[in-house]
C-alpha cells in the first residue's frame, strides 16, 4: 500500500470538500458517531433529503461501478470520502445496508436483470433495505436459523422470525436468509432471497435500545409469498451469498469510522473538565490515555488501507475486515469508557439534562457504542475468525 496519494485522489477530496463546503449548512452539521440517539419521523426525512442530494451530485456508492449508478471511484478515494464526510460532520446517509452490503452482493452475485432491477433504487434510495440474518435462537451461530421457506409453483412460502432487523421500521426490502431444505446439514440448506417488506404477512415491531433508539426491530413473516425470481444464487447454496455480504459488512463497520475524530473531541472535553481544581488537560496521565487513543486511531486508519490493498487486486474483502471491525468497535467503546472517567458524577446526567457537560451526549454515546461490539458479529466472533481464518490458529 502506498500511502501516498496521487494527484487523482487529491483532486478528489478537493472536489469533495469544496461540494461539502458548498452544500452543507452549518446547522447541518452532526458528528458522525452520533447514530445511536433516537431518530424522529422529521430527522428521517432531513437524513433522506440530504442523501438524494448527496446522490444527486453523484456521491453515493461512489466504488461503485458506473453502469450501476456508482461513480466508479477507487477504494482509496472511498477512504478520502469517508474521512472527509467525518471532518465535516456530514450527517450520515440512509440506506446503509443497501449500500454497503446489498448493493455490493447482487453486483457480485445477482443475474443481469436482478442487477438492473435492484441495484439502482439502492443508490438513490428510492427503496431501503434492511437485512433479516438473526434470530431469536441463532445470532452468531446464524446458521442455525429455522425461518422456513417452502416452494409452491412460482412462489417460496415463508414463516418465521428475524430479530435486531435494524431499520426495518423503513425498509421496503429484505435480504433473508431462509431453510430451504431441512435435511440437509446446517450450512446446506440455506437460501438468500428478496423479500418486499410491504407483502401481506410481514409485521414489524420496534425494539428500544438501552439508549432509548428504536433503530431495529423484531419481523414476523407468516405466509409470505416470495416470487422465485427473488433468489440469488442457487437454492440451497445461499450461505455462500451471505458470507459475501458478511464480508462487505465487516470490512465496511471499521472503514467507516475515523475516530480520530474522537480522540480530538476527547482532547476537548478534558480541556472543559477539572480535576482537583485544574484542568484534566494538565495531568499528564489524562493526556497520554488520549495520546495513546490517537495513536490506535491512526493505526485503524493505516490497518484499512491496507486491507484495501486486497480489494484494489480486484479481491472481494476477506476475514481480515473481521480485525478492523474488532478493533474500531472496541477503541470507540474505550474511548467513550474513558470520557465517563473524565466526566466523573457528570456522566449521570441524560442526553439534555440541565448542566449536562456536552448536552450530556457521552452517556449515549458509551451506552449505544457497546451495540458496535455486537452488530455485524460479537467481538469474541471476531477474535474466532481472526485466530482461525487469519492467523491460522490451531482449533485446540
Ligand atoms: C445495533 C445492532 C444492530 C443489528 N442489526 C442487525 C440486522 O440489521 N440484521 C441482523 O440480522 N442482525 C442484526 N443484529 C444482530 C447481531 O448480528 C447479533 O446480535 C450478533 O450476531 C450476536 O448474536 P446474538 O445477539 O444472538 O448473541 P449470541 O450469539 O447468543 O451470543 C451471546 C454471547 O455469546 C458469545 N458467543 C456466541 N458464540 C460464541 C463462540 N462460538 N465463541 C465465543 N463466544 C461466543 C457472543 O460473543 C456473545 O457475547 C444487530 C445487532 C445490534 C446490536
Same mark, same amino acid.
Given at each position: 500500500m502506498d500511502f501516498n496519494l496521487s494527484s487523482e485522489d487529491e483532486a478528489f477530496r478537493r472536489e469533495l470538500r469544496d461540494w461539502l463546503d458548498a452544500n452543507l449548512p452549518e446547522s447541518e452539521?452532526?458528528? &458522525?458517531?452520533?447514530?445511536?440517539f433516537e431518530e424522529n419521523a422529521e430527522q428521517w426525512q432531513r437524513r433522506l433529503r440530504w442523501h438524494k442530494k448527496m446522490h444527486a451530485a453523484g456521491w453515493v456508492g461512489i466504488s461503485w461501478p458506473k453502469e450501476y449508478g456508482g461513480r466508479g471511484a477507487s477504494l482509496i478515494q472511498q477512504l478520502i470520502f469517508a474521512e472527509e464526510m467525518s471532518r465535516a460532520c456530514a450527517p450520515r446517509l440512509v440506506n446503509t445496508m443497501g449500500i454497503m452490503m446489498v448493493g455490493p452482493t447482487l453486483i457480485h452475485w445477482g443475474t443481469e436483470e436482478q442487477k438492473k432491477r435492484y441495484v439502482p433504487k439502492i443508490l438513490s434510495a428510492e427503496e431501503i433495505w434492511s437485512q433479516g440474518y438473526s434470530e431469536p435462537n441463532s445470532g452468531s451461530d446464524v446458521a442455525s436459523l429455522q425461518t422456513r421457506a417452502v416452494e409452491e409453483g412460482d412462489y417460496f412460502i415463508v414463516n418465521g422470525s428475524k430479530v435486531w432487523t435494524s431499520d426495518a421500521q423503513h425498509a421496503d426490502y429484505c435480504i433473508l436468509l431462509v431453510r430451504t431444505?431441512?435435511?440437509? &446439514?446446517k450450512h446446506k440448506g440455506i437460501s438468500y432471497i428478496l423479500v418486499d417488506m410491504h407483502s401481506p404477512g410481514v409485521t414489524v415491531r420496534p425494539l428500544v435500545q438501552m439508549t432509548g433508539a428504536s433503530g431495529f426491530n423484531q419481523v414476523f413473516f407468516e405466509d409470505v409469498k416470495v416470487p422465485k425470481k427473488n433468489l440469488i444464487g442457487e437454492k440451497n447454496r445461499g450461505w455462500d451469498v451471505a458470507i459475501t455480504t458478511l464480508m462487505f459488512e465487516r470490512s465496511g463497520v471499521g472503514e467507516n469510522r475515523d475516530l480520530s475524530a474522537t480522540a480530538r473531541e476527547l482532547a476537548r472535553l478534558a480541556r472543559q473538565i477539572e480535576i482537583n481544581g485544574r484542568s484534566a488537560w494538565e495531568n499528564s496521565s489524562v493526556r497520554q490515555r488520549i495520546a495513546q487513543f490517537a495513536t490506535e486511531a491512526a493505526a485503524l486508519k493505516h490497518t484499512v488501507a491496507r486491507q484495501l490493498t486486497r480489494r484494489l487486486r480486484g479481491q472481494q474483502p476477506g476475514p481480515e475486515g473481521s480485525i478492523t471491525k474488532l478493533f474500531a468497535s472496541e477503541l470507540n467503546l474505550r474511548m467513550n469508557y474513558f470520557a465517563m472517567e473524565l466526566l466523573g458524577p457528570y456522566g449521570q446526567l441524560s442526553y439534555r439534562a440541565p448542566g449536562a457537560i456536552d448536552e450530556g451526549k457521552w452517556s449515549v454515546r458509551m451506552l449505544g457504542s457497546r451495540a458496535l461490539t455486537i452488530a455485524g458479529g460479537t467481538s469474541e466472533i471476531m477474535r474466532n475468525i481472526i485466530g482461525d481464518r487469519v492467523l491460522r490458529l490451531p482449533r485446540d
Open positions: 452539521r452532526i458528528p &458522525p458517531v452520533d447514530f445511536m431444505d431441512p435435511s440437509a &446439514p
